[in-house]
């Protein structure tokens, strides 16, 4: 939590517990293009090769990864460069973590996962969103209150969702993963989520 604060106060776009600025003027595109810290640099290049800008802007909602995941499925695949990575991977990879729903919102998400159909409209890249609870608590002079807040998670769903009626016997655990920001708004009509920097990538 300490960390995530010290982040707020360096830079509006990591967030904890809201956000400083929730409307951006730039579209979605630019605005992963023209991010402070470069932490879309690879993400940007990649969208360009699939000619997916467009696509990227019409997204009803995107769970943008970060160049440290880009760097995660490199070092999986044992590729390292951009080119080798190209022959391993498809479009999909990104556009599995899009939505025309832009109502996919912290404010909309439940404790339990709900399905949605993303862009990937692939067998293997089923996802559903919801969000988890967290606390942390302050310590005072005669007290230690204790503070709720949620994280908005990206939903890789193995085989069905956990906790469904008639699950196969042996269904693999879903893979949740947390947003390190949520909710803001493009310009070009897209709801951003930035996924944490450790989030692994489902490679299609």
Request: with cysteine; glycine share 6%; proline share 3%.
């Amino acid at each position: 939590m300490m960390v995530s604060f010290a982040a707020c106060k360096k830079d509006n776009y990591l967030t904890d517990g809201g956000l400083a600025q929730e409307r951006t003027p730039y579209s979605t595109y630019d605005y992963l293009k023209s991010h402070k810290y470069q932490y879309f640099d690879t993400v940007i290049m990649m969208i360009d090769h699939y000619n997916l800008k467009d696509t990227v802007n019409k997204s009803g909602t995107f769970f943008a990864f970060t160049d440290f995941s880009v760097n995660m499925l490199m070092g999986t695949l044992q590729v390292s460069s951009l080119d080798s990575l190209y022959a391993n991977v498809t479009s999909k990879l990104l556009t599995q973590y899009m939505f025309g729903d832009s109502n996919l919102t912290l404010a909309n998400a439940t404790t339990a996962s709900i399905a949605h159909a993303n862009w990937a409209n692939s067998a293997d890249a089923l996802s559903a969103i919801k969000k988890t609870e967290g606390s942390y608590g302050v310590y005072l002079a005669n007290l230690a209150p204790n503070y709720s807040y949620y994280t908005l998670q990206y939903v890789k769903v193995n085989g069905v969702i956990d906790g469904s009626q008639n699950a196969p016997p042996g269904d693999m655990a879903d893979l949740a993963i947390p947003c390190q920001t949520s909710g803001i708004k493009t310009s070009s009509g897209t709801t951003l989520h930035v996924l944490a920097n450790n989030a692994p990538l489902n490679k299609l």
